[in-house]
C-alpha cells in the first residue's frame, strides 16, 4: 500500500497495512476534480483540482500527531486494473487498520447545532453512496468535518443520528470493525446498502466485499447483475445464512 507523507507530500510504498506506520485514512465523496496518482507529484501549492482537500486531510493528521494518509484518489494508480483489484479487495482492512478515518463531508457548510446544518447532514451525499458504507463501518474511529474542516463530531457521538440516516444499527456504530456485523444477517447488512449509489454499476456489488469478507477480483465491463451474482457465491461459501435467499438478481435493479 501507498501512504503520502503528509510533511513532505509525497507518496511512500509499504508491503502491507502491518508494516506500515500509523495512519490516518479518509473517506469522501469524489467530485470532479481530484488530486489523482499522476497529479501527486505536482506542487501542492497548486490550488487547483482537490489541493486544498488533500492538505486539509495532511493538516488534520498532523494536528492529531499521525504522520502518513491514505487518500484513495492519490494512494492507488487507477489506471492499473491489477493494483485497484488488489486494493479494493484491501480496502476493508486498510480502513480498519488505520488510527482513524476523516469523513469529509463537503455538501455540509453549517454546524449541526443549527438547523440548516442538521438538514445538510442528514441529506449529505455521503450517507447515500455505495463506498462509504464500509469506510463507516470498519474503522476504529471516524471523524465527521464540514467543508472548511470544522468538526462536526464524532461517529461515536452522532451515532443515533447516523442510525437514523442508515437504519444501520447504533452498536454496530459504536466502535467499527468487523465484532458486531457477526450478530447481523446477510439481508440486513444487504438492507444497509439497498439505496446507495455509485458511479460505476459493478461497484453495488465490488463496495460489499469486505463488508461480507469476500474476495474476488473486479471485473469493470461485466454488469452489476453479474458482480453481484459473483459476490453471492463468494457469501455462500463461507456462511449458511438463508436470508441471503430474499436477494435474488431480479432485485439488483432495487439494490
Known amino acids: ?12 510504498f509499504f508491503q502491507n497495512a502491518a508494516e506500515a506506520p500509523p495512519y490516518a485514512i479518509l473517506s469522501h465523496r469524489w467530485q470532479e476534480e481530484e488530486v489523482l496518482f499522476e497529479d501527486i507529484q505536482d506542487q501542492p501549492e497548486n490550488e487547483e483540482k482537490g489541493w486544498p482537500k488533500v492538505l486539509g486531510c495532511c493538516k488534520n493528521a498532523q494536528v492529531h500527531g499521525v504522520h502518513y494518509v491514505w487518500i484513495d484518489t492519490c494512494c492507488i494508480d487507477q489506471k492499473s486494473s491489477s493494483e485497484l483489484s488488489e486494493s479494493i479487495n484491501s480496502m476493508f482492512s486498510w480502513y480498519q487498520d488505520a488510527k482513524y478515518c476523516i469523513a469529509y463531508l463537503f455538501d455540509v457548510k453549517k454546524s449541526i447545532h443549527e438547523p440548516e446544518g442538521q438538514d ?21 474511529a471516524v471523524t465527521f468535518y464540514r467543508s472548511d474542516w470544522y468538526l462536526l463530531g464524532l461517529r461515536y457521538n452522532l451515532r443515533g443520528q447516523i442510525s437514523a440516516i442508515t437504519n444501520i444499527d447504533e452498536s454496530v456504530l459504536c466502535h467499527g470493525g468487523l465484532e458486531r456485523l457477526s450478530t447481523f444477517s446477510v439481508a440486513a447488512k444487504l438492507a444497509w446498502a439497498a439505496k446507495r449509489q455509485t458511479t460505476r454499476p459493478e461497484d453495488r456489488a465490488y463496495s460489499l466485499m ?30 449458511s445464512d438463508q436470508s441471503m435467499l430474499a436477494w435474488q438478481i431480479r432485485q439488483v435493479d432495487h439494490f
Not at 1 to 12: A, G, P, Q, S
Not at 223 to 233: K, M, N
Open 120 to 140: 445538510q447532514f442528514f441529506f449529505s451525499d455521503w450517507f447515500r453512496r455505495g463506498w462509504t458504507l464500509q469506510e463507516l463501518i470498519a474503522p476504529k
Open 1 to 12: 500500500m501507498r501512504l503520502l507523507n503528509v510533511e513532505t507530500y509525497k507518496l511512500e
Open 210 to 239: 469486505g463488508l461480507f469478507g469476500v474476495n474476488m477480483p473486479t471485473l469493470y465491463g461485466e454488469g452489476e447483475a453479474a458482480a453481484f451474482f459473483r459476490l453471492q457465491i463468494g457469501i455462500f461459501e463461507y456462511s
